[in-house]
T-cell receptor
Framework: GESVGLHLPTLSVQEGDNSIINCAYSNSASDYFIWYKQESGKGPQFIIDIRSNMDKRQGQRVTVLLNKTVKHLSLQIAATQPGDSAVYFCAENKAGFQKLVFGTGTRLLVSP | GAVVSQHPSWVICKSGTSVKIECRSLDFQATTMFWYRQFPKQSLMLMATSNEGSKATYEQGVEKDKFLINHASLTLSTLTVTSAHPEDSSFYIC????????????FGEGSRLTVL
């Protein structure tokens, strides 16, 4: 398989802090990127996406930054809340291909 | 948003039996569905891509005779784990893409398979 993570890194923050979750993607031909949130025992939930012709996109409390030069993607969560605690995955889609490849996830733990 | 439903959400079976997992798009027609497998504390690994009315495309290392995928209609894809063994125990997740092929995938809630 592709991009299978062996261990999940963990980011621990306090409620109200801003969180930054990073992802290094693998394919320079990828043109579409998505961040997903996965809670325990559930399927991934779409958070925000970005296409390769952009370097920043903002949503409600979330911002995604794309740096194509170093193949790096980040997710910023403002005013993190306990309900944001979950595993976050970035995913990439190569232009012209149907499939989405997931990166190694990051576990976000938010303390009250 | 669009809804994708998986059934069953969890199943326990004996080694050697076959298990079928269903993935349904409830409010849209899905020309393409994807099946993922996820082990504990790991990422989602794509198993196969299924297009309605044609054979599934399996990822390298995934046994097509072991994991049978059928996508007979625009709203239903099934994954059958044949002759299941304990190492097949995992969380299986499907996703679906609509006919507009906008890029966004809608994920099911996953099905946890435990093989005794």
């Amino acid at each position: 398989g592709e991009s299978v993570g062996l261990h999940l890194p963990t980011l621990s923050v306090q409620e109200g802090d801003n969180s930054i979750i990073n992802c290094a993607y693998s394919n320079s031909a990828s043109d579409y990127f998505i961040w997903y949130k996965q809670e325990s025992g559930k399927g991934p939930q779409f958070i925000i996406d970005i296409r390769s012709n952009m370097d920043k996109r903002q949503g409600q409390r979330v911002t995604v930054l794309l740096n194509k030069t170093v193949k790096h993607l980040s997710l910023q969560i403002a005013a993190t809340q306990p309900g944001d605690s979950a595993v976050y995955f970035c995913a990439e889609n190569k232009a012209g291909f149907q499939k989405l490849v997931f990166g190694t996830g990051t576990r976000l733990l938010v303390s009250p | 948003g669009a809804v994708v439903s998986q059934h069953p959400s969890w199943v326990i079976c004996k080694s050697g039996t076959s298990v079928k997992i269903e993935c349904r798009s409830l409010d849209f027609q899905a020309t393409t569905m994807f099946w993922y497998r996820q082990f504990p504390k790991q990422s989602l690994m794509l198993m196969a891509t299924s297009n309605e009315g044609s054979k599934a495309t399996y990822e390298q290392g995934v046994e097509k005779d072991k994991f049978l995928i059928n996508h007979a209609s625009l709203t239903l894809s099934t994954l059958t784990v044949t002759s299941a063994h304990p190492e097949d125990s995992s969380f299986y997740i499907c996703s679906a893409r609509g006919q507009q092929n906008t890029g966004e995938l809608f994920f099911g809630e996953g099905s946890r398979l435990t093989v005794l």
